[in-house]
């Protein structure tokens, strides 16, 4: 059986490699801490989907600041899993069998913390200063900006008045021509009925 928050400690190796806080390493004791430092934010991971799992205290031996550089422990049971290896130069996820409830564990469980995971508590910091030099610049684009808006503007409502002048025209002219179309076929009419005899309206 496998560690069932596996996901959790490769998404935190894929996070500390990201934020540069693992890499390879050309000694095996900092090559302990890249293990610790990924048990311990897993472990932070992990603890926000089941507050049973934590850390395991350890303050001999490879270590990460008092904390086992590799154990993740339920503190119901006892039960343990072994999370993290390397390869002699890198901090590596392992998917890790249970080791077996023991409840001796249960007083060495240790809370997880964003401080031992190496996480900002601040996610959101304050903005830089913005110099006043940069203020003014922006208004001073954005006055020409508006001021080009308002010409493009101008152009477009000259060229639709110059359309619709176009169009009104247009139909003056059919008008004009149907009128005098009009006006020639009743003086056809005139003058076929006056040949005919017939009265002309």
Do not use: C
Request: negative net charge; proline residues 7%.
């Amino acid at each position: 059986m496998s560690y069932p928050y596996y996901d959790d400690v490769v998404r935190a190796h894929a996070d500390l490699q990201a934020e540069g806080l693992i890499a390879p390493r050309s000694n095996q004791d900092a090559v302990e801490q890249d293990k610790g430092l990924l048990t311990a934010r897993a472990a932070y991971y992990v603890n926000q989907r089941d507050p049973s799992i934590g850390l395991l205290f350890k303050d001999s031996g490879n270590n990460y600041q008092k904390h086992s550089v590799d154990w993740h422990v339920r503190n119901t049971d006892g039960e343990g899993w072994d999370i993290a290896t390397d390869d002699g130069v890198n901090a590596l996820p392992l998917n890790g069998g249970p080791s077996g409830a023991d409840p001796a564990r249960i007083a060495d469980w240790r809370q997880p913390t964003a401080e031992l995971a190496q996480i900002s508590d601040d996610p959101d910091p304050e903005p830089p200063p913005v110099d006043e030099t940069d203020v003014e610049d922006i208004y001073a684009i954005l006055e020409a900006m508006q001021g080009q808006q308002a010409e493009d503007t101008q152009l477009v409502l000259a060229r639709d008045d110059a359309n619709t002048q176009r169009i009104v025209d247009q139909i003056d002219s059919i008008k004009t021509q149907v009128e005098e179309s009009l006006q020639k076929a009743l003086a056809l009419i005139v003058i076929k009925r006056r040949g005919e005899g017939e009265p002309v309206p």
